[in-house]
């Protein structure tokens, strides 16, 4: 099958088109320099001119405090929204199913329940939620053929990410403090990868969650990170020279404001016989092996 994929320099395009051609697919994968996805004409020449069979789209404006920014706000919808959208409208001239990388964010981040996939009454909490939100509407109202993939808390080799951030920050200080009243899974970009595959190989059309399977706060994310970096020898990050403390989210205040439920429910992903992924400590464990620290 030949598969177009955007946003190849991205943590999950990068592992997308890897999976792709480990399994004998012709993967394209394409950034802004070979197509430009707020631009309708650059979509459409590049899709004709390519007539894949299906279109993975990864490519987004992930910068969630910057989107708050009024004079970034009409780019934040013209790469999420309309950059969709002109994908969506060249998928159903060719008759070619399109899958889409969303968030939690689509949903207003409270409570303590697991959202649902079909849940329709998506209230996005921030613009970066609103932007995807409408991202998902473009494929609904222009496509029968498409996956709308819900995912949260990314890590991946190529790109930055909370795992890095946490190993470089506890490197140069003794003491660290971590939210510990958001919670959510973990999604490590290699997993998610080969799962999307698995997906894009059927016709099991429809709206999923995806992410690795378990829960916990960012507090406790932060504190397995540290445990099996010591594991591994990693002296540096061992409760004897470094301290991790939780604090709650108003400690420190953001521009956007964050989900305290990124629970979601993965059950349709059993229910449609895919494999789930992983538990994410494993994750993390592999995900370590893979990265210099």
């Keep these: 099958m030949k598969v177009l994929v955007t946003g190849v320099k991205g943590q999950l ?8 051609v480990k399994r004998g697919h012709k993967a394209v994968g394409v ?8 631009d309708p004409l650059s979509v459409k020449q590049v899709l004709h001119a390519e007539k894949p069979e299906a279109v993975i789209h ?3 404006w992930t910068a969630v ?15 999420n929204a309309t950059g969709t959208e002109n994908i969506a409208k060249v998928c159903k001239e060719l008759d ?24 329709m009454n998506r209230q996005p909490l921030n613009v970066y939620g609103q932007s995807k939100y409408e991202g998902e509407l473009a494929l609904e109202q222009n496509l029968t053929k498409y996956f709308i ?3 949260a808390w990314v890590f991946g080799v190529n790109g930055r990410n909370f795992i890095k951030t946490m190993l470089n920050l506890g ?12 919670i959510g899974s973990p999604t490590y970009t290699y997993d998610l990868a080969r799962l ?8 099991k059309y429809g709206r999923y969650h995806a992410t690795n399977e378990g829960i916990c706060s960012w507090y406790e994310f932060a504190c397995e990170i540290f445990r099996q970096a010591a594991a591994m020898g990693h002296s540096e990050y061992d409760s004897e020279h470094l301290t991790v403390e939780p604090v709650t989210a108003d400690h420190y205040p953001s521009k956007a404001k964050r989900p305290s439920n990124s629970r979601m429910n993965k059950d349709k992903l059993t229910e449609q016989g895919f494999e789930r992924l992983p538990a994410w400590q494993d994750a993390v464990s592999r995900y370590l092996k893979e990265i210099d620290f």
């Design 196 to 203: 999307l595959v698995d997906m894009i190989e059927t016709d």
């Design 13 to 20: 395009g990068h592992d997308v088109v890897n999976e792709l």
């Design 65 to 79: 405090d910057d989107a708050e920014d009024e004079d970034k706000q009409a780019k934040v919808f013209l790469v």
């Design 171 to 182: 490197k140069n200080h003794d003491k660290l403090t971590v939210v510990c009243d958001q």
């Design 31 to 38: 950034d802004i320099e070979e197509m430009d996805i707020t």
């Design 96 to 119: 070619c199913k399109m899958m889409y990388i969303s968030t939690d964010y689509v949903f207003n981040g409270e409570g303590d329940n697991f959202w649902e996939p079909d849940d």
């Design 58 to 60: 990864c490519a987004a």
């Design 149 to 151: 993939v819900r995912i």
